[in-house]
């Protein structure tokens, strides 16, 4: 595995910021995240640093300033992002949200766990995805 972060995650809440840490930590996967705190951060990183070893893009769908949809689109509607197969994460169950995302290029589109046993299964599942492992 390489020097760079594998899965960048855009995620407002502290909270669910420090879950996703903490439990990609406890899998021994901590150094293949980048988390941060919206989309305008995701646009920031790749700007930077450009896509380098990032393989997937998690985006929580209700963020401030640029939300999940908006930065979906802006990755999809890019050159230089449009490849990286992005989820978004989210705590609505709104199939029309679901489907806009979905027809907008999300590889998948998964509901925020309710427990912490949940949480570690969701985040085997990113970094599977971020592998290119079917799950």
């Known amino acids: 595995m390489s020097e ?3 899965i960048l995650i855009a995620e407002d809440d502290f909270e669910d910021r ?3 840490a903490e439990t990609f930590g406890e899998l021994g996967h901590a150094a293949v995240i980048h988390l941060v705190e919206d989309g305008t951060k995701i ?3 790749l700007a930077k640093n450009g896509v380098g070893d990032i393989k997937l893009i998690v985006l929580d769908l209700n963020m401030p300033r640029l ?15 449009k490849q ?3 989820v978004i994460f989210s705590t609505s169950v709104n199939e029309i949200e679901k489907n806009i995302c979905m027809s907008l290029g999300a590889k998948e589109y998964i509901t925020k766990p309710a427990r912490y046993a949940e ?3 969701t985040c085997k599942k990113f ?4 592998q290119e492992v079917p799950c």
């Open 4 to 6: 760079g972060p594998h």
């Open 18 to 20: 420090f879950i996703m």
């Open 43 to 45: 646009i920031d990183y």
């Open 67 to 81: 939300n999940g949809t908006d930065t979906l689109r802006f990755l999809k509607d890019s050159l230089d992002y």
């Open 84 to 86: 990286v197969p992005v």
């Open 119 to 121: 949480y570690v299964q």
């Open 127 to 130: 970094y599977l995805l971020s």
